[in-house]
């Protein structure tokens, strides 16, 4: 069975705080990708990082940095410097990887993320 | 770029009433799926078209019917409409290849059954 669990529900934090999001997959397929997609309060949906699961390196990309650890099954999602443009649901997902194309993505049910001036 | 068109925006319906929700990709995408979201419960596939031609069910299928009407459409809809119906739609496409491309989502349809 394929599973995401992101356990914080909802996470408030003061702006310019560090902030890390958790996220815990299952999983028995060896080839899989892990997405985080941020979803403002305006409501689309707005694609963060693809990792495949044979690629465990760390990736920053400005004040965002995503920690891959396959031996724990996490993707951990750590926002530097949290601004309050930075408040949003975060979803993290999992898409393992079968043959012909029939792939669904698995999400788990997000992390409400509040930052306060 | 348009990306993923979904039509209409907001909908309130009367409790036994037809709908059906329009998705429209510009993107040549292979797949195509149906999402809803409600409060507590993030996203949950309705159904899914991994290519032109072929539609299977997700893990919440009841209540709803969908066409793969050609490779950019896939609409969803609704035959009789129950409160419980009551959510945001998300239509998603991806390109199908051999490195997974991330779904492309529209901007979603609020649908309010009363």
């Known amino acids: 069975a394929q599973k995401v669990t992101q356990a914080q529900t909802e996470i408030s934090v003061v702006e310019k705080e560090d902030v890390t999001l958790d996220c815990v997959y299952e999983?028995?397929?060896?080839?899989?990708?892990l997405f985080w997609y941020k979803q403002p309060p305006s409501g689309e949906l707005v694609f963060l990082i693809r990792?495949?699961?044979?690629?465990?390196q760390n990736e920053i990309s400005g004040r965002y940095s995503w920690n891959f650890q396959k031996s724990t099954s996490s993707f951990n999602f750590t926002i530097t410097a949290s601004q309050v443009v930075d408040s949003a649901v975060y979803f993290c997902?999992?898409?393992?990887?079968?043959?012909?194309?029939?792939?669904?993505?698995?999400f788990g049910k997000g992390t409400k993320l509040t930052v306060n001036p | 770029n348009a990306g993923v068109t979904q039509t209409p925006k907001f909908q309130v319906l009367k409790t036994g009433q037809s709908m059906t929700l329009q998705c429209a990709q510009d993107?040549?995408?292979?797949?195509m799926y149906w999402y809803r979201q409600d409060p507590g419960m993030g996203l949950r596939l309705i159904y899914y078209?991994?290519?032109?031609?072929?539609?299977d069910k997700g893990e919440v299928p009841n209540g709803y019917n969908v066409s793969r009407l050609n490779k950019r459409e896939f609409s969803l809809r609704l035959e009789s409409a129950a409160p419980s119906q009551t959510s945001v739609y998300f239509c998603?496409?991806?390109?199908?290849?051999?490195?997974?491309?991330?779904?492309?989502f529209g901007d979603g349809t609020r649908l309010s059954i009363l």
């Open positions: 997902a999992l898409l393992p990887r079968t043959q012909g194309g029939s792939e669904k993505l698995v």
């Open positions: 999983t028995r397929d060896t080839t899989y990708y």
């Open positions: 998603a496409s991806r390109a199908w290849d051999r490195d997974a491309q991330p779904q492309h």
């Open positions: 993107m040549n995408h292979n797949s």
């Open positions: 078209s991994a290519s032109e031609g072929t539609t």
């Open positions: 990792r495949n699961s044979f690629d465990e």
